[in-house]
């Protein structure tokens, strides 16, 4: 029996890190790019919570990984059907009308806000949040997908870049427990 211990080294899959991290890299710019462009980004949180994980190695993996605040993943797919309640959303326009900041203005009677309210209510309730009608918001005329779009779009990356790097990998490790056999016993004879 061999021993590998120390043969392989600290870089053993270096290909397939810089290539995977290549990647992951890659696909958090993408991913800023959808965002912005579906427009979702009113206070920024969400975009500046993108990011690439540490690299997480065992024996048996080499994982990275991206993370963003948990409501980006509500953002990717239509939102199921929530309940919202009509003095919740009243109160939301009074607090818009207070403060200034209700464009279009509502109605000044309460009647009139009432009835807004309620409109608000059943368009919530029928398309969930974000509403997949509403794209004149976003740039690119997307509303949703800013997860999915950008990996199934550069998922082949991982068949031409990470995949012929876990090849050479593999490939060098092997070369190097063979040569090591073959120095080690005279009846093996090692032709790289």
């Not at 043969?7 to 995977?20: I, M």
Request: with cysteine.
């Amino acid at each position: 029996m061999i021993n590998i211990d120390g043969l392989l080294g600290k870089n053993v899959f270096a290909n397939t890190e810089k290539e995977l991290l290549d990647f992951v890299t890659f696909l958090v710019k993408e991913l800023k790019t959808e965002l912005g462009g579906q427009n979702h980004v009113s206070s920024g949180k969400l975009m500046a919570s993108i990011k690439k994980t540490q690299i997480n190695r065992t024996a048996e993996k080499i994982t990275y990984g991206i993370e963003c605040l948990s409501y980006g993943a509500k953002l990717n797919s239509q939102q199921d059907r929530v309940k919202v309640t009509k003095p919740a959303i009243l109160e939301w326009i009074n607090n818009k009308m207070a403060s200034g900041r209700a464009k279009p203005s509502f109605p000044d009677n309460l009647k009139g806000r009432k009835r807004i309210a309620y409109l608000i209510k059943r368009k919530i309730e029928n398309n969930g949040v974000p509403s997949t009608i509403n794209t004149r918001h976003s740039y690119n005329g997307r509303r949703l997908g800013w997860i999915d779009v950008p990996y199934n779009k550069h998922k082949r990356r991982i068949d031409t870049k990470v995949l012929p790097a876990v090849v050479k990998d593999v490939v060098i490790v092997l070369d190097k427990i063979l040569s090591k056999m073959a120095s080690e016993d005279k009846n093996i004879k090692y032709i790289p």
